[in-house]
């Protein structure tokens, strides 16, 4: 799996609640791995554009087909990739989240997330976890992700 779509993996993974989160394995190093990941000019920060920037290339890389949705099939694929970052346990429970945390950006209902619904949803996290409204994430809100998702 490229580092985009693991980084963005990942970050889904902060999507779940604070109780299933403590039990994903090396938990406390998603943060720095997503900033690391979706920070284009290393600041600790992740600006608008550089989230934008990593959504749309974490998209393409689910994508593998190319038919501009990703699909049930496509997201089960993670399991390969995530298992060599935490095991095949975690990599079975933790594709489960995701489909399910994804899936709930299917808006039209057709079991496909579209890549307009996945930019949606995306820009939708942004806004929950932009706290002080800066235009940018820092690693203190990214670590807020699983709370401000609740809300």
């Known amino acids: 799996m490229k580092t985009k779509a693991r980084a963005l993996v990942l970050l889904v993974l ?3 609640t604070p ?3 403590s039990a994903v394995p090396g938990a406390d190093a998603l943060v720095n791995l997503i ?3 979706f920070d284009a000019n290393a600041d600790d920060l ?3 554009g550089e989230w934008q920037n990593g959504c749309l290339r974490g998209f393409d890389e689910m994508d593998t087909n190319q038919d501009g949705s990703i699909s049930a099939a496509e997201i089960e694929a993670l399991k ?4 060599e970052e935490i095991g095949d346990f975690g ?6 989240l995701i489909k399910q945390i994804l899936m709930t950006l299917d808006k039209n209902g ?7 619904e996945y930019l949606a949803g995306c820009e939708a996290f942004f806004k929950k976890l932009d706290a002080n409204g800066d235009g940018q994430l820092s690693k203190t809100e990214l670590a807020e992700l699983p709370i401000s998702l609740l809300k």
């Open 19 to 21: 109780a299933v989160f």
């Open 35 to 37: 900033t690391k990941e």
């Open 46 to 48: 992740i600006d608008t």
């Open 14 to 16: 902060l999507a779940i």
């Open 110 to 116: 057709d079991m496909l997330i579209s890549k307009q």
């Open 91 to 96: 990599a079975s429970v933790s594709v489960l």
């Open 80 to 83: 390969g990739p995530i298992s």
